[in-house]
């Protein structure tokens, strides 16, 4: 299966390297991604979803280190929050950086999430990169817990589908927390 894995991670990275936009399983459910530094591919996930692009997504990460690069600081409060986290946990920061201005909330806000998925960490570390994570369905309508529910037009209009439909993804939607601008922390879901 590692073979696998790492053809498949050489495929998907060669697609965002070249602005695409792909189909991929993750450590919570099947998402769409793309370069989280590319504004045309972001822009094209949101015309993909039919999602207001004032509804921003959140990124994936492989490891904490790579916080460092896209924050001006990073909130001490997480490493606390993600030790203590026994599901996927995405925290909102302020004050990103390097990051498209397409995925950015209030005062530079941005999800990032250290995704736990064997392929998830391969391919970022292949990338280089955040990489735009958001569930791959139609704005609205119900997640698809597996390739075989995704939306043929979603399917359709996208670059790159990963071939690993036997993965173990959690089917549970992460955990989400927002640092407050003063350190508090406030609970989303």
């Not at 989280?36 to 094209?44: R, S």
């Not at 391969?122 to 390739?147: C, D, M, R, W, Y």
């Amino acid at each position: 299966m590692s073979n696998i894995i790492d053809k498949e991670v050489e495929k998907a990275a060669k697609i965002l390297s070249n602005g695409g936009v792909i189909v991929y399983p993750t450590d919570t459910v099947w998402g769409i991604g793309c370069d989280a530094t590319n504004d045309t591919a972001i822009k094209k996930i949101y015309k993909i979803k039919q999602r207001d692009s004032s509804n921003p997504m959140l990124c994936l990460l492989n490891k904490t280190s790579m916080l460092n690069k896209y924050l001006r600081s990073v909130p001490k409060e997480s490493f606390k929050i993600l030790n203590k986290a026994s599901l996927p946990t995405t925290i909102i920061y302020n004050h990103s950086i390097n990051i498209s201005k397409e995925l950015l909330g209030e005062n530079d806000s941005i999800g990032f999430r250290i995704v736990d998925h064997e392929f998830c960490k391969k391919l970022i570390e292949k990338f280089g990169k955040p990489i735009v994570s958001t569930s791959a369905n139609l704005s609205g309508q119900k997640t698809a817990h597996n390739l075989k529910e995704i939306n043929t037009k979603i399917l359709k209009q996208v670059d790159y589908v990963v071939n690993l439909p036997n993965t173990n993804s959690s089917n549970i939607a992460s955990s989400i927390i927002k640092i407050n601008l003063d350190g508090s922390i406030l609970k989303i879901r």
